[in-house]
């Protein structure tokens, strides 16, 4: 089984706010891909794990197949591959930046509506 994911977390990786990453959540739920549960430590927060259809659906729409990736990666020489993930561990933590931040102010605009 995987590690579960924090629905807020999920959120904040997605760039959008806790509620509207729940709206979402309920839906793809009903369809039985997703399980959702309260975190045993924090009753608070809410746990998201992949059923086996939901990593089924996952696998099957991945842009980054597992092997697709492992073929591009053994036509670089060793040097070239470390510059390459070196690369996307750049682009990745860049990217994790600017969701988080997409979804703070989504949610600080959201509140001061209120």
């Known amino acids: 089984m995987k590690t579960?994911?924090?629905l807020y977390d999920l959120a904040m990786h997605m760039g959008?706010?806790?509620s509207t990453m729940s709206i979402s959540i309920d839906r793809i739920m009903k369809l039985g891909y997703v399980k959702k549960e309260k975190d045993q430590k924090d009753a608070?927060?809410?746990n998201l794990t992949l059923t086996y259809e939901g990593n089924?659906?996952?696998q099957s729409r991945s842009v980054l197949?597992?092997?697709r990736v492992e073929n591009l990666l053994n036509q670089l020489t060793?040097?070239?591959r470390e510059q390459a993930i070196g690369g996307l561990r750049l682009l990745a933590a860049a990217a994790q930046k600017e969701m988080t931040s997409k979804s703070l102010n989504k949610t600080w605009t959201n509140r001061n509506k209120k």
Do not use: A, F, G, N
């Open 78 to 80: 060793l040097p070239e």
């Open 16 to 18: 959008v706010t806790p």
């Open 44 to 46: 608070r927060r809410t």
């Open 65 to 67: 197949d597992s092997d």
């Open 4 to 6: 579960p994911i924090k």
């Open 56 to 58: 089924v659906v996952k």
